[in-house]
């Protein structure tokens, strides 16, 4: 899978090899101060190629296939639905496991209510410029395994 990212302000959303969007990345760009100033800084420390260590990957986390305005169903496809969501989140639980992940979040998602995603952080493996190019291969392992699992 070839991923790729594009800076969007003051975040980079990640486009998988069909070019649609698979999730985002917020870096953490360290204490800003003054807090007037962080939109300068910002932009100040990304011309630069400042280099971070972490930051927080947002993606989906399950669509459900129930909430919504048109549905009209049985109760045994509700029970499928609720079933295979059950297995989804097996294999969530099993990779926040396996990266050692121990803070998450979950929120429905901005462009689909049926949907929940999740937010977790990512610690990189050395001290990372922010140019996408750099960013991508510290990102590339987790993403790879989420592909991997069928999670993204």
């Known amino acids: 899978m070839l991923w790729k990212l594009e800076l969007d302000e003051e975040y980079f959303r990640i486009y998988d090899s069909k070019k649609m969007i698979a999730g985002y990345f917020d870096p953490d760009y360290g204490d800003i101060y003054p807090k007037e100033n962080s939109e300068q800084i910002i932009s100040s420390m990304l011309k630069n190629h400042d280099k971070i260590s972490r930051g927080m990957i947002m993606v989906p986390l399950v669509k459900f296939g129930l909430f919504d305005r048109d549905l009209d169903t ?79």
């Not at 429905?108 to 209510?113: F, L, V």
């Not at 190019?133 to 989420?146: G, N, Q, S, W």
Request: glycine fraction near 0%.
């Open 74 to 152: 049985s109760l045994s496809d509700v029970h499928e639905n609720i079933a295979r969501v059950n297995v989804h989140l097996e294999k969530w639980n099993n990779v926040l496991s396996e990266i050692n992940c121990k803070f998450h979040s979950v929120h429905i998602s901005h462009t689909d209510q049926d949907m929940l995603t999740i937010t977790f952080p990512i610690l990189f493996s050395k001290p990372t410029p922010l140019q996408k190019e750099e960013l991508i291969k510290e990102l590339f392992p987790t993403l790879d395994l989420l592909q991997k699992r069928d999670l993204l």
